[in-house]
C-alpha cells in the first residue's frame, strides 16, 4: 500500500474553529508539503481531522514540524500531530 | 487507504489507553570479554557494549519521533556474566557489575540485565562466585539486573541453589535496607528462563542467541481493557476474540519499531515480546482488565480462569501478527507495579496462595512481592520452591521477585518509585520448611522431560 510511499498522517483532535486548515496548510507549505486528502467529522463528539500528506524528502523525526504543528495547535487550543503512515499499516493491514 | 475510524482508534490508544513500546532491549554477546584477569575482561566488556549500544537511545528516540510512538525503555541485556567472568580468576564478580553499571548509564539505558548465572542443573565455581557477589552488586550498583536460573522441564529443579538464594535474597534486603530493600527488586529467580527476554529485571542473552540482537517488548494491558468495554455482557467467546484482534494492533507496533531499529542499528531483529506489562499509572492494569471480565475484584474466584483466557487469547492474537514471538509473552502480574494489583492486595482480597495459583496459567510468577523483613530465608526458599515447581512441571516459566522489606511487616507498604511503584506487605504463610529445603539435591526432571 502506501508503506513504501513517504508519506504521513496529521490529525487534528478538538474543537473546531475558524482557521485550523489555513494554520495547518500554510504551516505545512513551509516544509514544501503537499496535502493528498483530507477529511473531518465528528467522532465521540470530538471534532476531528484528518490529513493525509506527501513528505517527499522531509524525514520527520530530522525535523522540527512535530515541534511545529503541536505549537500551533496549543495557540489554537487543539491537539495536532503528525505520523508516518507506516504505524497505520502496520497495525490495520495484514 | 487508511480510515479516519482506524487513525483516531490508534491516537485514543496511545494518548487515553497507554499503548507504548515498553522496552527496545539490546542483546550484547560478551564472549569475546573473557581474559585471564577482571581489569582485562572489564575494559573489553566496557569497550564492547559502548560500541554496540552507542546509538540505541538516540535511534528509539528517532523512532518514536517518526511514528509518535512513545518507546518507554531502552536496555541492554548481556551473556550471564557467570560464564564471561570464570576465565578471570576474580574471587568476587562485584567488579563485574559495577563495570555493566558504569557502560549503562554512559549509553543513556536505564537498565542493563546479565548479572546472571543458569545452575538448573548444578554449579559452577564461577556461578558460586557469582551469586555469592549479588548481594554487594546490587548494593552498589543502580542498573544492573540480576537472574539466575535455578530450574528446567529439562534438568529439574537444583535445590542447592534453591536454598542458597533464600540467603541470598535475605542478604541482598539487608545490603540495600536504606532503600527498602531495592536490591531484591532487581533480582529474578527463574525455572525455564528465556534466553531472549527483553523485560527486566529478568533479561539476559541466553548462550545460544547471537552476536547482537535487538527484542523488543510491548505493553498495553489498557488498550485490551478498552476493547473489552465495548463488549460488556457478551459471552467469553466474544471477549477470547476481542482480546485477540487487540493484541496484533499493539503487537504489529512492535514489530514495526523492532524492524525499524534494527535496520537503524545494522543489528538483526530477534524477537517480539507481546506482554501485557502493567504500570502503575491508573488504566495500566492488568488487574482492572480481569475485573473487566466481570470480576469484583481480582483475586476473586474467578480471575486465574479470566487470567488464563487472557494470557491464551494475547498470544493467539499476537503471533498472527509477528513470525517472531518470544520472551516471556504474556501478562505479566507484578504486584508492585500495578495500581489494581496494590488496591486488591492491600484489601486483603489477594493473597499470595492466589497469586501461586495465577503463577500457573500466566507468563511469569511472584513477581515484586513486598513480605515481612522477618520471613525466614527457608521460607523464601520454600516459596521459591513451589513456584519453581510449578514452571518445571508445567512446562512454562516462572519467577520469584520477592522483597523482604527490613523492619516492616503487615500493614506497612513500601515505596519504591517510578514505575516499580508502591508494595504493599503482603503476609506470608510462616510455618517451617526448613527440614526440607535443607535436604538440598536435586528435584530430578519430570517424566515428560523425557521427549525424545
Redesign the interface.
Known amino acids: 500500500?502506501?508503506k513504501e510511499k513517504n508519506t504521513a498522517?496529521v490529525?487534528v483532535?478538538g474543537r473546531d474553529r475558524v482557521g485550523i486548515i489555513a494554520g495547518i496548510s500554510n504551516l505545512l507549505a513551509g516544509y514544501d508539503i503537499n496535502i493528498n486528502?483530507i477529511?473531518q467529522?465528528i467522532?465521540?463528539d470530538?471534532f476531528?481531522m484528518?490529513m493525509?500528506v506527501d513528505l517527499k524528502d522531509l524525514?520527520?523525526?530530522?525535523s522540527d514540524i512535530?515541534d511545529k504543528l503541536k505549537a500551533l495547535g496549543d495557540e489554537l487550543g487543539v491537539?495536532i500531530?503528525?505520523?508516518?503512515?507506516?504505524?497505520?499499516?502496520?497495525?490495520?493491514r495484514i | 487507504m487508511i480510515n479516519d475510524y482506524e487513525i483516531i482508534e490508534t491516537m485514543k490508544m496511545f494518548s487515553q489507553q497507554h499503548l507504548d513500546i515498553r522496552t527496545i532491549t539490546m542483546g550484547i554477546s560478551l564472549y569475546d570479554c573473557c581474559a585471564s584477569t577482571p581489569e582485562e575482561s572489564c575494559q573489553k566488556i566496557y569497550d564492547k557494549i559502548c560500541r554496540c549500544a552507542g546509538r540505541l537511545v538516540e535511534v528509539g528516540e528517532e523512532i518514536s519521533r517518526k511514528y509518535n510512538v512513545p518507546i518507554i525503555h531502552k536496555r541492554i541485556s548481556v551473556t550471564p556474566i557467570s560464564m564471561i567472568a570464570a576465565a578471570s580468576g576474580a574471587s568476587d564478580y562485584t567488579i563485574f557489575a559495577k563495570t555493566l553499571d558504569r557502560a549503562a548509564k554512559d549509553c543513556g539505558v536505564n537498565f542493563i540485565g546479565g548479572f546472571s548465572a543458569l545452575v538448573q542443573k548444578g554449579y559452577t565455581a564461577s556461578d558460586k562466585t557469582l551469586i555469592n557477589s549479588i548481594p554487594q552488586a546490587l548494593a552498589e550498583t543502580d542498573f544492573v539486573c540480576s537472574s539466575i536460573n535455578v530450574a528446567s522441564t529439562r534438568s529439574g529443579i537444583n535445590m542447592d541453589a534453591v536454598r542458597d538464594l533464600g540467603v541470598i535474597i535475605k542478604k541482598t534486603a539487608e545490603a540495600t535496607k536504606d532503600s527498602d530493600a531495592l536490591g531484591c527488586a532487581k533480582l529474578v529467580v527463574f525455572a525455564n528462563a528465556p534466553e531472549d527476554n527483553p523485560f527486566m529485571a529478568g533479561a539476559f542473552l541466553g548462550p545460544g542467541e547471537p552476536e547482537c540482537v535487538i527484542n523488543v517488548g510491548i505493553s498495553g494491558p489498557g488498550v485490551v481493557k478498552h476493547a473489552l468495554e465495548g463488549v460488556k455482557g457478551q459471552d467469553l467467546g466474544v471477549v477470547a476474540e476481542t482480546i485477540k484482534k487487540a493484541a496484533f494492533k499493539i503487537t504489529r507496533v512492535g514489530e514495526l519499531v523492532a524492524r525499524e531499529a534494527s535496520e537503524r542499528l545494522g543489528v538483526p531483529f530477534g524477537i517480539i515480546d507481546l506482554s501485557l506489562a502493567p504500570t502503575p499509572a491508573v488504566g495500566d492494569s492488568v488487574a482492572r482488565l480481569l475485573e473487566e471480565f466481570g470480576l469484583e475484584t481480582c483475586g476473586a474466584w474467578g480471575t486465574t480462569a479470566a487470567l488464563a483466557m487472557l494470557n491464551d487469547a494475547v498470544k493467539k492474537g499476537g503471533t498472527m501478527a509477528s513470525s517472531f514471538v518470544g520472551g516471556l509473552s504474556g501478562a505479566f502480574i507484578p504486584v508492585s507495579e500495578d495500581e489494581g494489583m496494590i488496591a486488591a492486595a492491600s484489601s486483603g482480597c489477594l493473597r499470595l496462595e492466589k497469586l501461586e495459583a495465577m503463577t500457573c496459567v500466566c507468563s511469569v510468577g511472584l513477581d515484586m512481592i513486598a513480605v515481612p523483613g522477618d520471613t525466614t530465608a527457608e521460607v523464601i526458599s520454600g516459596i521459591i520452591a513451589d513456584e519453581m515447581a510449578l514452571g518445571t512441571f508445567n512446562n512454562k516459566t516462572t519467577a520469584v521477585r520477592i522483597i523482604p522489606v527490613p523492619g516492616k511487616g503487615v500493614g506497612d507498604s513500601v515505596e519504591f518509585g517510578g514505575l516499580l511503584g508502591t508494595a504493599p506487605i503482603m503476609p506470608v504463610n510462616t510455618a517451617s520448611c526448613a527440614d526440607f529445603i535443607h535436604r538440598g539435591g536435586r528435584i530430578p526432571a519430570p517424566i515428560h522431560s523425557m521427549r525424545n
Do not use: C
Open positions: 500500500m502506501d498522517v490529525t483532535l486528502d477529511s467529522t467522532l465521540d470530538i476531528t484528518v493525509i524525514v520527520i523525526e530530522k512535530s491537539q500531530t503528525i505520523q508516518h503512515t507506516g504505524l497505520f499499516n502496520a497495525m490495520h
